[in-house]
Every structure is written in structure tokens, then in C-alpha cells.
């Protein structure tokens, strides 16, 4: 069965991400990200690294960096406010870093521990001078992680893609 | 918690990374913010050190990235205890990921050091060097003076790592010297030392 846009998108991320020469992907596993994840981990391009929490992502990337390897990020919202410290490292270093970020808290969430930070990703991300990439349709998750890899590495700068529930559908846990 | 135990220690934290950092050759050196930036700067100020101001708990895990990204060169982090405690996961990621060139070293005063002393939790029961082995690191130890010091140093300078080294040093209060603080600066002279004209390039 030929899968539709909506279902194709991460293996697009991961095109995007090789296109752009990303060799290290560091990530707290997502449900929203586990095709991309398998993926990363297949790759022969590309190192991906299970992290236990997400701001050592921000310091590994900022080595990675200093290395002269391209880096790629991904959590669900919930980490991101774990990483707001780190993000002065990005900043005052002047630091590339793209965050793919898909949402939790935001659009028919079952799980309301989840709304607080769900709901502050954006504003706390755009705080820490972090620039934000909206993304609510399946078909447009190519293109604007492209746009965001653009100004990231052309930067250089911070960038964070967020993916909203209404591409992933909203957890239930069978509810 | 033992305030006074470390005030006893022999190991001089400058001096140790006098020794760490002699001949270093290509070494990239990562210190986590505070005393250890200071005593890395001490030791020399050189464009392959890169010294952190803040981040506190980032030591590791930038050092992490750096050697994937290096695996031909040796990198070796060198941080204080507050700022290991604060980053202990990424001694569980660092040994997933099992990188060879990397080696790491605490410089265990018991002592948040520029925040007025206070005891970190390894002036308690806290031992760092086995938190590191029961992550599976396998060559880690607590060096506690001179004679363990240079038994160890060839081992931090050359053994396949990862690896993890403890050294106990006494709580001083020692002159301040500090590196160039301008992170965009310390970031753009270590890329451009280690990888000359492709800095630009890999852009």
C-alpha cells in the first residue's frame, strides 16, 4: 500500500536531514519520532545518540560543532523546557542548532500534566532566542524543516521545528 | 558530609592540570565553568582549549559530541564535582556511545568552589568514580595523591577510553585566572585552530 503525505513526512526529515551533511542526531525518543529515530540509527551517514535528558543534546551538538559535524535534535515539547539553560551555550557561542520538536499539551491532549510546558514550548523557545517553525499538515513538514535547516546552518542559528498533534494524532493510551 | 576532610587532600588541583596538560600535543581540552576553566587557563591559555563560563552540567556531554565528531584525536574534559553531579546522566550516554578518545577527569574538591564553598554531595557518601563504573565505564578510579597521580597519568593521556578519572584535590582558594569570555570568540578560534581552512568551508 502506497503511504500518503501524511504518513511519509519523517522519512522526508531524514532526507532533509542528509541533505544538509547532519552526521550526529541526538534525541530523547518521541513517539512522534520513532520512524526518524530507526532511521538515524540504520544510517551509515549519521551517528544517532539516545541521550537521558535533552539538554546534554544542546552540549553534545555544541561539541559536535566545535568538531565540524552538523547536528540534529529531537524531543517531544516536554524536553524542551529541560534545555533552557544549555540554550545560552548556543547563544553566547553563536552555536547552530536545529531542534525537531513534536508536540505534546497542544491539540486534544488526554494527558493534562502535558499542557503547561505543551503550551510554553513556543514562547519559551522564541525567549531564548531560539527561532520557531510552526507545523500543523503532514505535507508541509518537508518544507519547513527545510526552511529551518536553511537558516540553522546558513546561521548560524537556533532553530526548532515544532510538529503539532494534529500530524501525529493525539496519544489516547486506548481511551 | 565531612566540610574539613578536603582541606587535607595532597593533590593541588593547578598542579595536576600542569602535569594533565604538559606536552599535550593535539589534545582538545573541554573544562567545565569554574575553577576548572581557571586551571586549564592557568596551565595555558591555547586555542584548542575550550573553556566554559556557564553550562553548568554541559562539560561531558559537549566533550561527547566533540570526540564523535574527532575520533583521531584525543579530547579530554576536565571538570569540577558540582558540575559532574549536575550532568551525571551523560556519563550513562558517554558509555553507550563507548568513544575511545575520550577521557574525562574531576577535579573533586567537595566544593561548590565559586559559589562560596558550600560541600557538593561528594563531601558525603557520593562517590563519583563509581557512579561512573556502574554506568559501565570500564577504566575509572579515584587518584587520591601523587603516587596513584602518576601511576594514572599515562592512562589519561593515552588508555582506550572512555575512561573516568576521580582526583581528589584540596578545597583552596586560589588566584583567578581567567580565560578570553566571549563565547563566540573561544568557539571560532578552537574551530579555526582544529580545522584550519575547512572552518569556514563546513559551514
Known amino acids: 500500500m502506497t503511504k500518503t503525505n501524511d504518513e511519509i513526512w519523517p522519512d522526508e526529515i531524514f532526507q532533509v536531514l542528509n541533505a544538509h551533511r547532519v552526521q550526529q542526531v541526538a534525541y530523547v525518543p518521541d513517539s512522534g519520532h520513532t520512524r526518524l529515530i530507526q532511521l538515524c540509527h540504520a544510517s551509515s551517514e549519521i551517528k544517532a545518540i539516545a541521550l537521558t535528558t535533552e539538554e546534554e543534546g544542546v552540549a553534545l551538538l555544541a561539541g559536535a560543532w566545535l568538531g565540524g559535524q552538523r547536528g540534529a535534535l529531537l524531543m ?19 552555536l547552530l542548532l536545529l531542534m525537531l520538536i513534536t508536540m505534546r499539551g497542544q491539540w486534544g491532549e488526554f494527558n493534562p500534566w502535558q499542557v503547561p510546558m505543551g503550551q510554553n514550548t513556543e514562547p519559551m523557545l522564541k525567549l531564548a532566542g531560539v ?45 | 558530609m565531612d566540610k574539613d576532610r578536603s582541606k587535607r587532600y595532597v593533590l593541588h588541583r593547578r598542579e595536576v592540570v600542569k602535569q594533565l596538560l604538559d606536552n599535550r600535543g593535539d589534545m582538545l581540552v573541554v573544562a567545565g565553568l569554574g575553577a576548572a576553566a581557571w ?91 563509581a557512579m561512573a563504573a556502574g554506568n559501565g565505564i570500564s577504566v575509572c578510579s579515584t587518584i587520591r595523591d601523587e603516587k596513584d597521580f602518576n601511576t594514572t597519568l599515562p592512562q589519561i593521556r593515552n588508555s582506550a577510553g572512555p575512561c573516568f578519572f576521580n582526583i581528589k584535590v584540596r578545597a ?32
Open chain 2, 39 to 129: 586551571d586549564i587557563t592557568a596551565a595555558g591559555d591555547v586555542p584548542l582549549n575550550f573553556p566554559l563560563w556557564g553550562a553548568m552540567g554541559g562539560a561531558v556531554a559537549l566533550g561527547l559530541g566533540l570526540a564523535l565528531a574527532q575520533p583521531s584525536r584525543r579530547v579530554l574534559v576536565i571538570t569540577g564535582d558540582g558540575e559532574m553531579l549536575m550532568g551525571i546522566g551523560s556519563l550513562a550516554t558517554v558509555a553507550i556511545q563507548k568513544p575511545e578518545n575520550l577521557a574525562m577527569v574531576v577535579l573533586d574538591n567537595e566544593r561548590y568552589g565559586e559559589t562560596g564553598m558550600q560541600c557538593t554531595h561528594t563531601a558525603g557518601c557520593v562517590d563519583l568514580a
Open chain 1, 76 to 94: 517531544q515539547s516536554s524536553g524542551a523546557g529541560n534545555c533552557l539553560n544549555m540554550l545560552s551555550l548556543t547563544r553566547i557561542c553563536r
Open chain 1, 131 to 175: 527561532l520557531t517553525f510552526a507545523v500543523d499538515d503532514g505535507r508541509r513538514v518537508k518544507a519547513t524543516v527545510a526552511a529551518a535547516a536553511r537558516m540553522t546552518f546558513e546561521g548560524p542559528a537556533a532553530s526548532a521545528v515544532l510538529i503539532s498533534q494534529q500530524i501525529m494524532g493525539a496519544k489516547t493510551f486506548g481511551k
Open chain 2, 172 to 203: 583552596e582558594d586560589l588566584p583567578l585566572i581567567l580565560p578570553p569570555k566571549d563565547g563566540a570568540y573561544l568557539k571560532d578560534r578552537f574551530r579555526d585552530a582544529l580545522l584550519g581552512s575547512d572552518a569556514a568551508a563546513i559551514r
